[in-house]
């Protein structure tokens, strides 16, 4: 009798997670050939972990204010440091004084970079930051809120259904739209 052979399932095959990033731009690439280095040569993860996100898609590096920021730089402990975000900083017009931060980003505002320089900050970019910190000694790696996009307020528990937060896709916010029955207390009952 012959033996049968053990039929392999390919199925899970596949790992579905970045191993260079989508875009073609030539000078994120060679950030991402200085950071492969860095990853593989060097036993600290925060160079794994800046490698993995310079692979990501734009909605999953979403940009951070300078507002948020100073916020995260005001923790004990912080002050000094480098924040690096691989992302975009933007401007806020809602904070009035900014106090002085060295940041590392992929990309600056031109708002936001003015504001920042003239409090006597520093920004830095990530080949700059490779030479003064390979290790990411002194910094603090911060990321701008994914969940923040407008798509987001439409996942989740059904529209209508108990206890659920999530928006309805409308296709206009008025009075005859989504306001009768179940959302409001005069009709019926509102949920």
């Known amino acids: 009798t012959v033996k049968m052979g053990i039929d392999i399932c390919h199925k899970y095959d596949r790992k579905v997670r970045r191993t260079e990033p989508k875009s073609e731009d030539i000078y994120l690439r060679l950030l991402v050939k200085l950071y492969r280095f860095l990853a593989r040569r060097t036993n600290s993860n925060f160079n794994k972990v800046i490698l ?3 692979f990501l898609s734009r909605t999953n590096r979403p940009p951070l204010s300078i507002s948020k ?27 009035h004084k900014l ?3 060295k940041i590392c980003a992929l990309r600056v505002t ?3 970079r003015g504001r920042i320089l003239k409090a ?5 970019t990530f080949d700059q930051l490779a030479l003064r910190s390979p290790k990411g000694q002194n910094t603090v790696l911060v990321q701008g809120p994914r969940k923040a996009r ?3 307020r439409h ?3 059904a529209p209508g259904v108990p206890h659920s937060h999530t928006a309805p896709v409308v296709r206009s916010k008025g009075r005859k739209f989504e306001r009768a029955r179940g959302r409001r207390k005069s009709r019926g009952y509102k949920a």
């Open 52 to 54: 993995r996100r310079l």
């Open 69 to 95: 920021l100073t916020r995260f730089m005001k923790a004990e402990g912080r002050e000094d440091k480098i924040a690096v975000v691989v992302g975009a900083i933007t401007d806020d017009i809602r904070i």
């Open 99 to 101: 106090p002085k931060m």
């Open 110 to 112: 031109d708002r936001a």
């Open 120 to 124: 006597g900050g520093e920004i830095i």
């Open 150 to 152: 407008k798509v987001y």
């Open 155 to 157: 996942f989740g528990l």
